[in-house]
């Protein structure tokens, strides 16, 4: 689904066709009723991939419709993801845009966020197109991470 057409509104539909089409799919082995556990309709994703798009001197996060491959989407907000990535995603991009060093040749952004009761960290990695040296990471990025419970940057 893409994001355009993401409504939280509609989650029980989507769940209901998703268990449907599991029932379906296993029909012919005769399993027991499935058990379904649902999600919040917003923030119940841990993982959240974006590539990083160069405009100019300005760079944003994007993501690719299916049946638009070829044209990035500028995703400027992520309600799926969980809400200490939504949190870190902008102060990221803030840094990222403030440092020529790191954006220059920047390719991907991936969160990954903790179940973590009391914590909720967050482990941001970036995929460069070609090597960069951690210290130089360091001193750009430097308290980004940081939090209650978040190590200090560098480590």
Known sequence: MPLSR????????????????????????????????PSAPE??????????????????YAMFDPENPKQPVMVEH??????????????????LRASQTLRGGLFQA???????????????????????ITSTCARCMGGICSGPSAPAWPP
Request: net charge negative; proline share 11%; charged share 25%.
């Open 110 to 132: 991936d969160f990954l966020a903790t179940l973590r009761l009391f914590t909720r960290e967050v482990i941001p990695a970036m995929v460069p197109v070609g090597p960069l």
């Open 6 to 37: 993401f409504d939280p509104a509609n989650y029980p539909a989507l769940l209901a066709e998703k268990v449907a089409q599991f029932r379906l799919a296993f029909a012919p082995f005769a399993i027991p009723e499935p058990e379904v556990f």
């Open 43 to 60: 923030h119940y994703r841990l993982r959240a991939e974006f590539r990083i798009w160069h405009h100019g001197d300005d760079l944003d």
């Open 78 to 95: 992520f309600p799926l993801a969980a809400e200490s990535i939504c949190a870190l995603m902008p102060r990221l991009l803030e840094r």
